[in-house]
């Protein structure tokens, strides 16, 4: 099954036949008959979309939206509502309550398809990131971090027409809803459209003499990387539910299946900006998520989960081209000795300022990793052993060469550090273990702190590990 739907009407006739649409698209169907109990039965059922009557025994569409509301893991499900004629008030009245579209009866197949593809398509995009958020946080949004004013959105909107003046003339009446940036474009001119910066939202009007165009202008913007995250309203003019369908499959995310109504533009305009809003959120939640699980959150630096594949992706490179690389590990001398001399603030401060030493004398190619308590491990793709030397004292030099002005202590902290390092091969499939790897770098770094500290010790390619 493609997903399931729950059925609301008062009507047996009604829900017989929304019942054989759907299952002969493929969906699994729940029915209900009115407002009281829908709550359960979606809890029960869990649907992945509502079409409900908008008139029903004891109640409405709008109320069957307040109903799912009321619980956070159901308020995002889309609803359709179905009218029994096609009154624009009604269907005004229905957007304004937070339903997702209103279609009139009898319900045309084509565009009830597209416009369930269309909705399940987005809030299928919508739980993905909600999982990894989740994931990666550990948390759920909760519903008042899902909401945002459609009147606390600015947002730059462009206007694409047939001809210029059409494009004008929405403008000005749109001018007078809403508060963005409109802006206004031919749709035979699509290079101002991709200029910076890029619009939030693209309303494009498909008639019969540009709906080819359009449609392939539609498509563009939803595959390009700078427009893919931007909105997409088609409006047929005149209405044609034919293109309607076909903007909704080609990723349009909204439609105006009647023509241009610059109110139910409005609505359908806000309405798209709050999930656009909510969605850049998840996905900017999803990016802060993982990059915080690969960060050191005190030096920025990345941490180990990050390091070790970095380093086999650096070890499998080496061995397919036959080139070498360097693979250090470094560790802060005596450091328990500043923090119990001075504080853990104040070696926090060293690893901090230690860090941005270290970093600063690193190629943007090369990886600085915090992998330990002072420990970290430094990977130089493509170093040979006397460049990997030179890095190394370098290194070692950028720690030792000036002591670490730290806040609350009146006298400058000298510090020092040790380092070990092997260079890995590609040509010797041995020199391309990184399991071995680390351990001749431990070593190494053993070796140095053994020899007195403030020093780098090589591992030669013949020494053993114990």
């Excluded at 606390?152 to 004008?168: M, P």
Aim: aromatic share 4%; glycine share 6%; proline share 5%.
């Amino acid at each position: 099954m493609q997903g399931t739907i729950l059925v609301i009407d008062g009507v047996s006739t009604n829900r017989i036949m929304m019942k054989v649409q759907l299952a002969a698209a493929y969906y699994d169907v729940v029915l209900a008959t009115q407002v009281t109990g829908v709550l359960e039965i979606a809890r029960g059922c869990r649907p992945d979309l509502v079409l409900t009557a908008n008139s029903l025994p004891d109640g409405s569409a709008a109320d069957v939206k307040r109903e799912l509301t009321r619980d956070d893991s159901l308020a995002d499900v889309p609803v359709i509502a179905v009218s029994r004629t096609d009154n624009p008030m009604r269907r005004l009245e229905a957007l304004s309550a937070g339903i997702d579209d209103v279609l009139p009866q009898p319900l045309d197949d084509v565009i009830l398809q597209a416009r369930i593809r269309s909705l399940l398509r987005t809030r299928s995009a919508n739980e993905e990131l909600n999982l990894q958020r989740d994931a990666s946080h550990g948390f759920v949004l909760p519903l008042t971090d899902r909401s945002c004013s459609p009147h606390n959105i600015k947002a730059t909107v462009a206007l694409v027409a047939e001809d210029i003046q059409t494009a004008r003339n929405w403008q000005d009446r749109l001018s007078h809803y809403v508060p963005h940036d409109i802006r206004t474009h031919q749709i035979g001119d699509i290079q101002p459209l991709m200029s910076d910066p890029v619009a939030d939202v693209f309303i494009i009007e498909l008639n019969e003499m540009s709906s080819g165009v359009g449609l392939r202008l539609l498509a563009d913007l939803r595959a390009r990387a700078t427009t893919r995250q931007s909105v997409v309203i088609a409006v047929p003019n005149p209405a044609d539910a034919h293109i309607a369908a076909e903007a909704l499959d080609r990723g349009a995310h909204d439609v105006l299946q009647n023509g241009f109504n610059v109110e139910e533009l409005a609505l359908r305009l806000g309405t798209q900006l709050q999930y656009k809003h909510r969605h850049d959120l998840l996905r900017d939640s999803v990016r802060n998520g993982l990059r915080a699980a690969v960060e050191d959150p005190m030096t920025g630096l990345f941490n180990r989960r990050y390091a070790k594949p970095f380093l086999d992706r650096t070890a499998r490179s080496a061995a397919e081209s036959g080139d070498k690389f360097a693979l250090m590990l470094a560790d802060l001398d005596h450091f328990k000795q500043i923090n119990d001399r001075y504080g853990h603030p104040a070696g926090d401060a060293v690893l901090i300022e230690a860090s941005r030493r270290l970093q600063s004398h690193l190629r943007p190619v090369d990886l600085l990793a915090r992998v330990g308590g002072e420990e970290f491990m430094i990977v130089l793709p493509g170093a040979n052993e006397q460049e990997a030397s030179e890095a190394a004292v370098a290194l070692c030099n950028a720690i030792n060469s000036t002591p670490f002005d730290v806040p609350e202590i009146d006298e400058p902290i000298a510090v020092t550090i040790s380092i070990g390092a092997v260079i890995g091969d590609g040509a010797e499939k041995e020199m391309t273990n990184v399991t071995s790897l680390i351990a001749k770098a431990d070593q190494a770094l053993y070796g140095a702190k053994n020899s007195g500290r403030n020093q780098v010790t090589l591992s030669r390619p013949d020494t053993a590990v114990a």
